[in-house]
Each structure stands twice: as structure tokens, then as C-alpha cells.
């Protein structure tokens, strides 16, 4: 790295236990779960399958990435909540299924259906601020335009080894 004139930051550079062995190793010596890292949007974490209780890595979308894009699109939506519906409709579409196309993994859908959700909400709540009748649309009938234009989360990218095995 020095050849390169690159430095680790002490501040965020430290060696953790993770992998296989680590919860086993954890336990007898008395300590809890393994520590968890972020690196690439994910937060990676010691798991084990249900079928045959071995280890997996898991992978979540990290929290503080996603309350920072709802927002992001939340405060988009609240610039442009006087356009067409199907305009916006449009947009967020491509908004969400850019986010599960990079966060659809496998042990993550509870995120993605958790930024779908929370981008329907926004959606509502910037719609009911175009006018005083804003406050008639219900949720029952916002989920319709859910459904009709946020695609649904669903796992698109296999496990790595299955994506890997040639």
C-alpha cells in the first residue's frame, strides 16, 4: 500500500473475529455475538442457515444508508408533488427497482420490503400536501397506485457461491 502512497485510518481500521469459527470461539470464552462490519451498503453478519444450521454470511442494508435515501426521495417527491401522478409514478419506479437491483440479495428482503413501505408513505404524504383535499386520499386507496406502480421486493442475485460455481 505504501507504494501506492495509500495509509489504513487508525480511527476506522481494526481487526474483528468473524467468520466460521467465531461464534463457537466467542461463546467459551463468554462473550456475545460476533462484531458486524459494513463495507459495499451491506452490513455483514455471522448467520446460520435454517435447513442445516451451518454458517452464512448474512447481508442487510446498512440502516443509515436507507433512511437517507427515503429521504432523499422524500424530500424529491415534496419538490415535484404537483406533477402528473403517472409522472411520479414513473420516477419512483425507476427509483426502487435501482435500489433492489443493487440490495436484492439473498437475507435482505426485509429491508427491501421495509425502503418500498417507507417510499409509499412518502408518496402519500407529499400527494396529500398538494391541496386541502389532499388529506381524502386514504391509504387503502394509495395502496392501489402502490401496487400499480412500485415494483413488489423480491431476491434477484443468487447466493455467491451458486453465481460463482461454473
Known amino acids: 500500500m505504501a507504494r501506492f502512497g495509500l495509509e489504513l485510518d487508525e480511527g476506522k481500521t481494526r481487526l474483528i473475529e468473524f467468520g466460521r469459527f467465531a461464534s463457537a470461539n466467542r461463546k467459551e470464552r463468554g462473550e456475545g455475538k460476533p462484531e458486524t462490519f459494513d463495507f459495499l451498503g451491506f452490513t455483514h453478519i ?26 432523499e426521495v422524500s424530500q424529491t417527491l415534496m419538490r415535484h408533488r404537483h406533477k402528473e401522478m403517472a409522472e411520479q409514478g414513473q420516477w419512483l419506479r425507476s427509483v426502487v427497482q435501482g435500489h433492489f437491483n443493487y440490495y436484492a440479495v439473498p437475507g435482505n428482503h426485509k429491508a427491501l420490503e421495509a425502503f418500498r413501505t417507507l417510499i409509499g408513505h412518502a408518496w402519500l404524504r407529499a400527494l396529500r400536501r398538494r391541496s386541502q383535499k389532499g388529506k381524502c386520499l386514504s391509504w387503502a386507496r394509495m395502496q392501489r397506485q402502490i401496487l400499480r406502480w412500485i415494483p413488489t421486493a423480491r431476491v434477484l442475485h443468487p447466493y455467491p457461491e451458486r453465481r460463482f460455481c461454473v
Open 46 to 71: 455471522c448467520g446460520t442457515r435454517r435447513k442445516d444450521r451451518r454458517f452464512t454470511v448474512r447481508r442487510q442494508t446498512i440502516g443509515k444508508r436507507l433512511r437517507s435515501k427515503v429521504k
